[in-house]
C-alpha cells in the first residue's frame, strides 16, 4: 500500500469482494512490480495513501459473480493490466487499452493505478475482475511458466505493442531505447518477429548484458553518442525502425546541455521514412509541477526533422488483449521465454524493500515477482 513519496507499507486491507454480477475475484499467485508504478510510488502522480498497488496480475480463479459465463472457480488465469469493457467503439476495434466505458474521465482503465479508475492493485491476495469473461485469459492448469504467464499481464504485450506499431519486420533493423523490462521485451518481441538487428541502447551494465543475451547488441549510451554508435553499424543510414521504452524520464549522457528527450535521439537514429513506437510514458503529472503544461508532457518536440525525414509514429498504452493469447500459445509452445529477465521472486513482505531496489535500478534488480502464498 502506498503511503507517501518513496514508501509503501504491507497492511491489511478489506479483502476484495464481488461488487457487479460480471465480477470475478482472483487469488492472486504472482504480481509483479513494474516500472510505471514508479511513477506513483515517486510521488509524482498526486497518488493517494492507501492506495494498493499492481497492475501485473496473475492467479487462481476464486468466485465469480451470477453473470460471468466462462470463467470458473478453480480456472488459472492472467489479467491484461487494461480493464476493459468489450463492447465500446474501442475495445470493439481491439484497442482495449482505450476503452471507453471503465474510465470516462480518462481514456482506459488500469488495476491500481492513480487516474485510470477504481480498481484496487493485485500486490495483494485478492483481485477484483470487472468484466470477468473479458479481462481473464485462461492458462494451462498447474504451475508450469508461471513467471512466463505472468508477465502476459503488461510488459511482453507492451514491448509486442511497441514492435507493432512500428511494424517491425522479418529481416529488419531495430534501435530499442531503455533495456528496462519493457525495452527487453519490445527487443525480445523484434527478434520474435523475424528482425535482423536489434540495438538496445542504456547505460546499466546488467540489462545491457541481458540484452545481449537475446541476441540484440547492447548500445551503451554512457560510452558515445548512440546515434553515431548506431549509424556506425548500419551503413550510416540508421535503423529501419526505432522504439521509445524510455519516456520523459529519460537520463542525460554527461557534457549534454539539452534535457534528454528519447524521441529526438530516435529521429536521428531510424532511416528517412521508418517508424516509430513509443510505449515510455510521457505523462509526468508531478503535482507540484512548474505548469500545467508540463502535466500534460509537454516537451520540445523536433517536428522539423520528423516532417523532414517522413517518420511515422504510434504511442500509447498497449492493448494487451489484442496480443497476449497468440503470446500465451508462443509460452506453451516453447518459442518464447519472457521470464529470462525476471531477476526476484519474493513474499509480499519483501515489496518495500524490493520497491527501493527497483526504483534505484540497483545493479541486477530487473524484474520482481510478488508471490502472496510464499
Ligand atoms: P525502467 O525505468 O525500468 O526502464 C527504463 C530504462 O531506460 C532504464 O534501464 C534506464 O537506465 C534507461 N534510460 C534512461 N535514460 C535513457 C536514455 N537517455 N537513453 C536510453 N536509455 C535510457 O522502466 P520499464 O518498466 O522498462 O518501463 C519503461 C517505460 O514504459 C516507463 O515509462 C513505463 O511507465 C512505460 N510503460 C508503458 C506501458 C504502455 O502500455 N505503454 C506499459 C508498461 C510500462
Ligand atoms: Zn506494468
New binding site residues.
Partial sequence: MYQEPFSVEVKDVEDARIQAPNDAIVRVTTAAI???D??MYEGRTGAEPGIVFGHENMGIVEEVGSGVTTVKKGDRVVMP?NVACGFCKNCLAGRT?FCLTVNKGFAGGAYGYVSMGPYMGGQAEYLRVPYADFNCLQLPMGEEHEDDFALLA??FP?GY??AEMAQVSPGESVCV?????????AAYSSILRGAAQVFV????PD?LRLAERIGAVPID?GQGD?VEQIKDRTGGEGTDKGID?????????EGDEQP?V?LN?LIECVRPTGMLG????YVPADPGGPSESAKHGELLFKMGRFFEKGLRMGT???N?KAYNRQLRDMIVAGRATPSFLVSHRLPLSEAPDAYQH?DQ?DDGW?KVLLKPAM
Wanted: glycine fraction near 16%; aromatic fraction near 10%.
Fill in positions: 513494474c516500472g510505471s514508479l511513477h493490466f487499452g503488461d510488459i507492451t505493442h511497441a531505447f531503455g533495456a528496462g523490462p519493457v525495452g527487453l521485451m541502447v542504456d547505460r546499466q540489462r549510451f548512440p521504452a524510455v519516456g520523459y524520464q529519460a537520463t542525460v549522457r534528454a528519447v535521439t513509443v510505449v515510455g510514458l500509447g498504452q498497449a494487451v527497483f535500478r530487473t
